[in-house]
Nanobody
């Protein structure tokens, strides 16, 4: 099972980026999916989560600027980031809770990060 994130890069303050994360492998159903980030020297923190039915939750620091969405048919989660600030600079990681074909439940499965740098 893998989570492959993409879409990071260098952007100026006020700019936008769209992150994507695709799940693959022996997955029967994906429940919650989410994005987390870790800035240099800081702990990993929640950015946003989304349930299989589309309910969302955001960190206060990104509310109104970031939007999480998912395409259940493609096992993909997105993070649309607008009005980016230098303090949004971090490695962004996607995560999911899923059930495999044997019926086992996995929580907090992580993918590799994608780097986002907001700088002029």
């Amino acid at each position: 099972v893998q989570l492959q994130a993409s879409g990071g890069g260098l952007v100026q303050p006020g700019g936008s980026l769209r992150l994507s994360c695709v799940a693959s492998g022996s997955i029967f159903v994906i429940n919650a999916m989410g994005w987390y980030r870790q800035a240099p020297g800081k702990q990993r923190e929640l950015v946003a989560t989304i349930t299989s039915s589309g309910s969302t939750n955001y960190a206060d620091s990104v509310k109104g600027r970031f939007t999480i969405s998912r395409d259940n048919a493609k096992d993909t989660v997105f993070l649309e980031m607008n009005s980016l600030k230098p303090e949004d600079t971090a490695d962004y990681y996607c995560s999911m809770d899923y059930i495999d074909y044997a019926g086992y439940t996995y929580s907090g499965f992580w993918g590799q990060g994608t780097q986002v740098t907001v700088s002029s």
